[in-house]
């Protein structure tokens, strides 16, 4: 199946990375939909922030980016999405809110649409099962943040079809990304090797053995681009306390226990970057200060 419109379901910081891909590598024509008119506006601002940032490091003409602008749309009408060869949800990690967006989507959408969510660890099987297209759901996890990060997770289902999860991969190809296959299991591949990464250095910091500085010191020193620290305030705190505790919950294991210092964090409305202060403070000129 070629892919030739895509409707995202969800404006926030992955679901409009999403959709500026979509425009601007694989020149398919998007449709944006979120709740408000409030929240498409902002992910559309957001995507003209990024790619006037392309324009002026040189990389794309204003004339390239003003096209990429003229493929995406934006409605709060779920119905705008109906006639889409494949649908990504990129709500937020609740399995209720996501099982419900999909019902509505099965009256709304043809037979042949392709349903994905981008889910970064819950059950693609019992998110499918509330529509009568098990065999064309999956998973299409993408990483933060969308433009940049190469890798997507194509998640089959119990009853996912090989067409389906063929024709994912054939897209994210199309999309310059590098796609895995994957079977429906708790945190996918990625966050279940992540988390205990991740876990190891904040309980380090939760021992008063060392400080987030010298944990991303180290790892940048050994060639990693950034950090645990620094890379856990990009993905946001919130986004990786539900992760790992729900892993936790899941397998039972210990080195997925989240970590004292994240709960505190959490607690304080220090989520990262989109807050502007996780384990380190942010403003958009400084980048992070200790």
Known sequence: MEIKKVGVIGAGVMGHGIVQVCAQVAKTEVILRDVSEELVQRGLEDIRRFLQGTVDRGRITKEEAEEVLSRIKITTRLEDVKDADLIIEAIPEDMDLKKGSFAELEDICGKDTIFATNT???????MASVTKRADRFAGMHWFNPPQLMRLIEVVSGSETSSDTANTLMDFAVRLGKTPITVKDSPGFVVNRILQ???????????????????IDAAYRAFGFRMGPC?????????????VTSKLYEEFGDTRFRP??????????????RKSGKGFYDYDETAGYQR
């Open 196 to 214: 205990p990464w991740y876990n190891e250095a904040f309980s380090m910091i939760d021992e008063n053995i060392t400080t987030p500085e010298d």
């Open 230 to 242: 620094q890379q856990r305030d990009l993905v946001g705190h919130d986004t990786g306390l539900a």
């Open 259 to 272: 970590p004292m210092v994240i709960r505190k964090l959490v607690r304080a409305g220090r989520l990262g």
């Open 120 to 126: 970064s660890m819950l059950s693609i099987t019992e």
